[in-house]
């Protein structure tokens, strides 16, 4: 667990949020495939088409992300969502993350990428009800509040930690990759789904 939290409080450099109530908006992101690795460069087939190559920290890091069932999500969980807004005011979850015990990145509502005008949210979690619509969560952040609906089938996962040799070509990867002052892009941490999946966020 000691291994796990100082990784991810590494993470919380990038996450918007972390620093400000707020975020810009969301943070500069990587998802494709993996083509090779050779020392600390990473070189990836985005879902866009286009082949990036990606400088790595000297102590980057793997994540693995850990299908769980909903009911993992309890009263006092820190996790995050990418969701769509709904007319009535809430989110609808189109993935949810949930944090290791005691680490907490992100916090806060902002955009997000992965579909027109979704947004990601990170909070703890309060009340916890069952709906015909799915999991109602009642998510709270600095400054604000928010109600989640989580489907049924929305994938669900935990953040462990993985070992360096997991990455090899043709695995689905996220990363974060903030710009260097040259332009380079530049991560520490690559996060993969378990068993091959891709990463839902």
């Known amino acids: 667990m000691k291994t ?6 590494l993470t919380t450099l990038w996450l ?15 998802r494709g495939t993996i083509v090779k ?12 088409g286009k082949t990036e190559t990606i400088t790595l920290a ?12 909903v009911s993992t999500i309890q009263p006092g969980s820190f996790i995050g969502t990418a969701e769509m807004p709904q007319k009535d005011g809430t989110g609808r979850s189109l993935e949810v993350h ?11 509502h902002y955009g997000w990428d992965s579909r027109k005008g979704s947004m990601m949210t990170n909070g703890t979690v309060g009340k916890v009800t069952s709906t015909p619509k799915g999991r109602e969560l009642d998510l709270s952040y600095p400054n604000g509040e928010r109600k ?13 930690d993985g ?11 996220f990363l974060i990759v903030p710009p260097g002052k040259d332009g380079t892009l530049t991560s520490n941490r690559i996060v993969i789904g378990e068993n091959g999946a891709k990463p839902p966020m």
Not at 58 to 69: H, R, S
């Open 4 to 9: 796990t939290l100082r990784v991810f409080c």
């Open 16 to 30: 918007p949020g972390f620093a400000a109530a707020q975020p810009p908006g969301p943070p500069p992101v990587a």
């Open 37 to 48: 690795l050779v020392d600390d460069t990473l070189t990836l087939k985005t879902d866009a």
């Open 58 to 69: 000297k102590d980057w890091g793997v994540t693995v992300l850990k299908p769980v069932e």
């Open 98 to 108: 949930v944090f290791p015990p005691g680490v907490k990145a992100g916090e806060g």
């Open 148 to 160: 989640i609906v989580v489907p049924p089938g929305v994938p669900i996962v935990q953040f462990t």
């Open 163 to 173: 070992e360096r040799s997991l990455i090899k070509p043709g695995i689905p990867a």
